[in-house]
């Protein structure tokens, strides 16, 4: 499908995949889409902007940037920085176009029916996207696609007016006459109030009064503050919203003084926020700040999970404001067919951008248009041929399963670097601009947003899956049932019914099986290798500690939720993984004690010390928090085995105490990820053994959810108490 991305500052059409329904959200059609002239021209222009420039705008990504040089080396931060600053972004945020599908648990839509969409996470241009439901309203049957595309804007101006709760008779002042201010206006006629519009443009104001507006001010006039003191008989407006987009601090200003007392002032646009304590405290004002498009607007549980907030305790949500929005404009309240300037069939897009850019004209409303193409639900786009797809003989053909930050970051170059063992044959992503952005990136012959097939594909040796952990032993299973190899991103299942079936695949396994490798990339780098290789021939079991400073993630992050499965499953795992390596034992018994935090801020979920006994004698335990500070050390261990210690600072240095061993040391934290593709490719070409024994996945992995029900069980009790 076709689908308008941003890079480099330009704006440009891309054919890649086609979204497919998933659960609670609804396929669409496009059929207009609505361009944000304010927002959307201001993100392709940062797009462009120099590196030093953006260092200069937000200093705090430049430390960001120093701390990772400091523990990662110049070539990862190197390659972390160059990957956020070529990806492709998709652009748009509102339109309205025909449903195709909808997935389980949706029963308000069918396909065929006509509805309006927003959201700058899945309303994008392109053919067609897949939205939540709760950011899908459907349209009024006279009201038309173009007009109904500006669905997002219509709610975002209204939701301005629902904050500044205008009551029949009073006299609002509404500065900034683009499209949020022409609706802004309108919606406030229609309330009963008088309107004074401000704007820099003549046009502006004379459509605005030709839409009702009552009075219309030009600074070049007469001092704007002077002139609404004027319209009100001295007293000032009862409120003010503002709806202009400019740096400047001279219009909050304005707006204050514009006011009686009492009044409130509304700021929907962007502007310039340098206070001045003389404009507003004397008088009392409110100042009021205007969400978007209303309450649920950036909650991911009314967002992305479908959870609607009760109508009788939260009247006006974003959806019920984009459906009141279109029903303003099905009974004529509102204008919006005179403020569409142009529509742009969505192959000339970059006319389209490139006439709001270069313009001496403003206009006020643009739109794209879509023609209905059989092909546009196509999940899979080829690339052009590269000379880094031409595979090397015995190379292994691979595909990647999950385009997220770390495949991207660490998967991705790494298979680059190892282009002796490795071909990327296809990249499969949820999202089409993702997968087509990071195949064309990394030179893969095709990408999807199907991940079966990628897997039907017999020119597809092995899959690296790296999902959120909710998906990766359904993944696997099919991975594996198809014939591939896989690499799984840890964890590998988050319960043991999810385990007992990946037990059972090789159990019940006839003849040659594919190669499992969970990503338990500690135990291949070169310190714990070394550590191993000491203990080996040790006399006596071992005592090992490790510390583990993981940094405060707030408590509402995917990686706490149902998606993640918390830390202990989605992270702690490495070292489960790793004790299991260093002892070579199966185990015995496992404790777990967590943290009584005293305040909700903080979890006794990734806050706790678990000690694991193994069949051998040998006692481990893992000190797992979020209390720490992220100028400390991540992690560290001490490995005490027959009068010798080890110690391990964060991957980057080893030393050894009562051995002539000599001490290790890296200049970057070296955690193993690339010798675990490696060996990864060794075992599938038949070099050597699985890298991890199936056993040992098993085990760690099981140590993993015997905690996870240790520490549920200590807040339950303590819940109870």
């Not at 065929?112 to 899945?122: E, L």
């Not at 005293?598 to 797992?624: K, M, P, Q, R, W």
Request: charged residues 20%; proline residues 5%; neutral net charge.
């Amino acid at each position: 499908m076709k689908q308008v991305l941003v890079s480099g500052g330009k704006v440009h059409l891309e054919n890649v995949p086609a979204p497919g329904v998933e659960p609670g959200t609804v396929l669409i059609h496009m059929d207009h889409s609505c361009i944000s002239i304010g927002t959307e021209m201001s993100g392709v222009k940062s797009s462009g902007v120099p590196l030093w420039k953006r260092a200069l705008r937000q200093p705090q990504h430049v430390k960001k940037v120093i701390d990772m040089l400091m523990t990662d080396g110049m070539s990862m931060t190197r390659k972390l920085v160059q990957e956020r600053l070529s990806v492709e972004l998709p652009t748009g945020y509102s339109g309205a176009g025909v449903v195709l599908a909808v997935g389980a648990g949706v029963d308000e839509y069918a396909p065929g029916d006509r509805v309006a969409c927003a959201g700058a996470q899945c309303a994008f241009h392109a053919e067609v996207v897949r939205v939540p439901k709760n950011l899908v309203v459907p349209m009024p049957d006279n009201v038309g696609f173009d007009v109904a595309s500006s669905v997002a804007l219509g709610a975002i101006a209204m939701q301005g007016v629902r904050r500044a709760t205008p009551t029949l008779g009073e006299t609002f002042v509404v500065i900034g006459l683009g499209v949020l201010g022409q609706l802004t206006m309108q919606m406030l006629r229609a309330n009963g109030c008088r309107v004074i519009g401000v704007d820099l443009d003549r046009e502006r104001l004379a459509l605005a009064q030709r839409h009702g507006m009552n009075w219309g001010v030009h600074p070049d006039d007469a001092d704007d503050v002077a002139q609404v003191a004027r319209i009100t008989g001295g007293t000032g407006a009862d409120g003010v919203i503002i709806t202009a987009a400019s740096p400047s601090d001279a219009i909050v200003s304005a707006a204050f003084r514009m006011c009686r007392k009492k009044a409130r002032v509304v700021l929907v646009g962007d502007v310039g926020l340098d206070l001045q304590r003389a404009d507003f405290y004397v008088k009392e004002l409110d100042f009021l700040i205007s969400s978007s498009y209303g309450p649920g607007r950036y909650d991911a549980q009314y967002e992305e999970g479908g959870l609607d907030y009760p109508l009788g305790y939260v009247r006006w949500t974003e959806g019920r404001n984009m459906a009141e929005y279109l029903r303003l404009i099905a009974d004529g309240t509102l204008d919006v067919q005179s403020m569409i300037a142009a529509v742009h069939p969505i192959d000339q897009v970059a006319e389209a951008y490139q006439s709001l850019q270069s313009g001496a004209e403003k206009p006020l409303m643009v739109l794209l248009s879509y023609a209905r193409r059989e092909d546009a639900l196509a999940r899979r786009t080829p690339l052009p041929p590269s000379r880094t797809t031409i595979a090397h003989t015995g190379a292994v053909r691979i595909a990647l399963i999950g385009a997220g930050g770390f495949a991207k970051g660490m998967h991705l170059p790494n298979l680059q670097e190892l282009k002796d063992d490795f071909v990327l044959r296809a990249v499969a992503s949820r999202t089409g601009h993702n997968a087509a952005s990071t195949g064309k990136r990394f030179a893969a012959s095709y990408t999807s947003t199907d991940h079966h097939e990628v897997l039907n594909d017999p020119e597809v040796d092995a899959v690296i899956i790296a999902t959120r952990h909710d998906t990766h032993a359904a993944l696997a299973l099919d991975a594996l049932r198809a014939g591939k190899h896989v690499l799984l991103e840890k964890p590998l299942a988050l319960t043991e019914e999810e385990l007992l079936g990946i037990e059972t695949f090789y159990q019940d396994a006839i003849g040659p099986t594919p190669v499992l490798l969970t990503g338990f990339n500690r135990r291949f780098s070169p310190y714990a290798r070394h550590i191993a290789a000491a203990v080996q021939n040790r006399s006596n079991p071992m005592v090992i500690n490790y510390r583990m400073n993981a940094g405060y993630i707030p408590l509402d992050h995917w990686v706490h939720g149902p998606e993640g499965g918390g830390r202990n499953r989605g992270e702690a795992c490495h070292i489960y993984d790793l004790f299991t390596f260093l002892t070579g034992s199966p185990v015995k018994s496992v404790q777990a004690t967590a943290l009584a935090p005293a305040t909700t801020y903080y979890s006794g979920s990734d806050n706790f010390v678990a000690t694991i006994g193994f069949e051998d004698g040998s006692v481990a335990t893992l000190t797992y928090t979020a209390l720490g500070n992220a100028e400390f050390p991540k992690e560290s261990m001490e490995v005490f085995a027959d009068g010798v210690v080890f110690s391990l600072n964060d991957y980057r240095a080893l030393s050894v105490t009562g051995s002539r061993s000599k001490p290790l040391e890296t200049r970057t934290s070296s955690k193993g990820q690339k010798e675990e593709l490696q060996a990864f490719a060794a075992a599938i070409r038949g070099k050597s053994d699985w890298p991890i024994p199936l056993w040992q996945q098993l085990q760690a992995t099981r140590i993993a959810n015997q905690i996870h029900s240790l520490l549920a069980g200590a807040r339950s009790i303590a819940t109870s108490q």
